[in-house]
């Protein structure tokens, strides 16, 4: 009896300090990275606020996995300094959330191929040379901009059922930063929500040459209502143009549509609708990659092409914001959700129908839509960069 007891006291003994000693294997095996983030505004302006909720998120999934370094307000063109203090600190993963970042960052990638690199809205990691350690992500954003567009479409139907304006006065005004595809397709995709719902419907754009600033998008916003437009949307990172169409002094008023985050604090009489890119889950995913010693890539839940990542708002990465039901039309819930449901199933083409346009890059090369545009084809930064003949209109600002 007495030797059936030390044998059982042996044996627990023994699978005790085993059971120990796999506890501090993992524990000792469990990987921690530090990850770097160079933003080009911070939490004031709603385009780095959208990266700061992602990162916020990942810190809530991975507790004290991961370590996050942030550097705030870095002019594109001035990232070099920011980006090797990272470097330097011993960053695993950096994410550099800015388009105009892209060269710089790829260019420092290739020197420092231990350390992963992200430009979220970049356009360059499948460009030669085509670097296993740089990547590229965005939303497919097009969808929320054209969701939104007949958010706005419903609301300028409805003006004009109410004898508000007549079809004529359908016209829609954008505040937009710079003529790449990225903006072009944003406006070119709000636009066409819009028209599905008020085929009269006209668009004039103005150019602020600026990502972020307040006083320059308020002006270009003013210049938009002074010509009578009904609605106006952004494709630019400040509230300023929500600011200008809630205090806009006339007899018939003019709404708006944000981008990046709810905008009806700053126009609660005006602000229709606004949506987003949420990084949240690539963020999520490329981190849970590296911690694990796997390929970005293979760890997104979303398309990849090479060293590029997209989805949209079937996977959460396009959001829809904050419908101001207090002055969106009866109904407007129900369509934003069919309109989801087509779009999240592959039943609507948002690039098509009876248009024609022309290239900004090149006059001769032509498009038409009648043979619908697949956007994020190949790439999660937009490529769409026509200009609409005879319903989109391209104006200078007025000079101060």
């Known amino acids: 009896m007495k030797k059936r007891y030390a044998l059982c006291l042996i044996t627990c003994i023994v699978m005790t300090l085993c059971l120990f000693g796999i506890h501090n294997l993992t524990k000792t095996e469990e990987k921690h990275i530090k990850v770097g983030f160079i933003f080009v505004g ?3 302006t709603p385009y780095t606020n959208n990266f ?21 307000n870095v002019t594109e063109g001035q990232i070099q300094k920011p980006l090797q203090e990272l470097i330097d600190g011993g960053c695993d993963y950096i994410i550099a959330a800015s388009y105009g970042y892209g060269p710089d960052v790829k260019a420092v990638a290739k020197k420092y191929t231990n350390i992963q690199f992200c430009v979220p809205t970049g356009d ?30 419903m609301k300028i139907k409805q003006m004009i059922d109410e004898n508000i304006i007549t079809k004529e006065q359908a016209k829609v005004g954008y505040v937009a930063a710079f003529p790449l595809p990225e903006v072009i397709s944003g406006y070119t995709s709000f636009y066409l929500g819009v028209r599905s719902v008020v085929p009269e419907a006209v668009m004039t754009v103005k150019y602020t040459n600026t990502w972020s600033s307040y006083s320059t998008e308020k002006q270009a916003a003013k210049e938009l209502v002074d010509e009578d437009c009904v609605v106006i949307s952004q494709h630019s990172d400040t509230v300023g ?19 990046n985050q709810s905008m009806t604090d700053i126009a609660p009489t005006r602000s229709l609708v606004s949506c987003c890119v949420d990084y949240s889950s690539y963020f999520e995913q490329s981190v849970y990659a590296l911690l694990h010693d796997k390929k970005i890539e293979e760890c997104i839940d979303g398309r990849t092409y090479k060293q590029d990542a997209m989805a949209g708002i079937d996977k959460g990465w396009v959001r829809i914001l904050d419908i101001n039901e207090a002055i969106v039309p009866k109904g407007t819930k129900e369509m934003v959700e069919d309109t989801i449901e087509k779009i999240e199933k592959g039943k609507l083409e948002v690039f098509s129908g009876p248009f024609t346009g022309v290239s900004v890059f090149d006059r001769n090369d032509k498009i038409n839509l009648n043979t619908p545009y697949k956007e994020n084809a190949n790439s999660s930064s937009p490529s769409f960069s026509y200009i609409l003949d005879d319903v989109i209109t391209i104006e200078k600002m007025k000079e101060e």
């Open 42 to 44: 911070d939490e004031i």
């Open 52 to 72: 700061i909720k992602a990162r916020n998120h990942i810190k809530e999934v991975y507790g004290d996995r991961i370590e996050c370094v942030t550097t705030y």
């Open 124 to 153: 360059n990691a499948n460009e030669k040379p085509v670097l296993s350690n740089y990547h590229n992500c965005f939303g497919e954003i097009y969808q929320g901009r054209y969701v939104c567009g007949k958010v706005a479409g």
């Open 241 to 259: 143009p929500a600011a200008i169409c809630e205090n806009a002094q006339r007899d018939i008023p003019v709404y708006h549509v944000g981008y």
